[in-house]
């Protein structure tokens, strides 16, 4: 089991607490809202038959949202629990929206999509090689002129995280985890971490996305006071 299929397990626990989304709070209060809804608005309504994908798309509250603004909506997801959650939050509310057991890293096509959206799945995926090759992907997927809409964590300076956490230098954060896959495990002293999260400096992710191809048209970095708290980094990009 690859380190980035852990999310299932949480979503099986959220379907039978009753839960309809990954916040637990409202489905429709989701927390890329307020940046999605500024990024649509500045992309402008889509044409007819203009095809979106949402990597990570969980019990869909974004491809929801797209879908309900006119786009023909994929989202994606490698929890079969989520993507069945999402199937049925969307016929609740009588949208037409299609969902898909696909790992992210898997992904195959070219020139499919008008716009590709992330809400906090990148930073689930840890690895360079990984990122490099999902960065690819998402540029593949796009037609010429395709938007990418992403908000990742991003690093406070005075970062602090709980002690069964570890931040690397590389701003891999590991978490103290004694099951997992041996491949994806790092033996600290007497301790094992498990890959959880990629957190990296808003300037590095900046870099990232035009290391990829990508033509930066809007980035904000959203900042939290306490180091305890993540940065939100978020961009609108082009394939060009
Ligand atoms: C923080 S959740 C966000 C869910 C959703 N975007 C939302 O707004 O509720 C991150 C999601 O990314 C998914 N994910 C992580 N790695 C993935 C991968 N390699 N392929 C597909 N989905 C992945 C997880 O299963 C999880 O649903």
């Known amino acids: ?19 309809d989304c990954w916040d637990k709070t409202a489905f429709d209060a989701f927390y890329m809202r307020p940046f999605l809804e500024a ?19 969980g019990t869909g509250p974004i ?3 797209l879908a309900e603004r006119g786009y023909d909506a994929l989202g994606v997801d490698i929890s079969a629990t989520a993507v069945r959650m999402a199937a049925k939050n969307a016929a609740a509310r009588k949208l037409k929206a299609e969902f898909k057991v696909q790992d992210v890293l898997k992904m195959e096509g070219e020139a499919l999509f008008d716009l590709i959206v992330d809400g906090h799945c990148l930073h689930c995926i840890v690895f360079n ?13 796009l037609k010429p002129g395709g938007a990418l809409v992403m908000e990742t964590m991003a690093r406070h300076p005075d970062v602090r995280f709980d002690k069964a956490f570890l931040l690397d ?11 997992g896959n041996p491949e994806d495990l790092k033996r600290i002293g007497d301790n094992l971490y498990h ?21 930066i048209e809007f980035e904000h970095t959203e900042k939290q006071e306490k ?5 939100l980094y978020q961009a609108i990009a082009r394939k060009t």
């Open 129 to 141: 090689e990984e990122r490099a090759s999902l960065y690819a992907a998402l540029l593949r997927l």
């Open 169 to 179: 230098e590389k701003g891999v954060l590991w978490l103290h985890f004694p099951k």
């Open 195 to 215: 890959p959880n999260r990629r957190i990296l400096r808003d300037v590095e992710l900046s870099a990232e996305l035009r290391r990829a191809g990508f033509a």
């Open 1 to 19: 089991m690859k380190y980035y299929e852990g999310h299932e397990h949480a979503y099986q626990k959220l379907e039978a607490a009753g839960h």
């Open 63 to 65: 491809t929801c949202l």
């Open 227 to 231: 180091a305890e708290e993540t940065w």
């Open 39 to 57: 990024a649509l608005k500045r992309l402008g309504p889509p044409g007819a038959s203009e095809r979106s994908l949402e990597i990570g798309c």
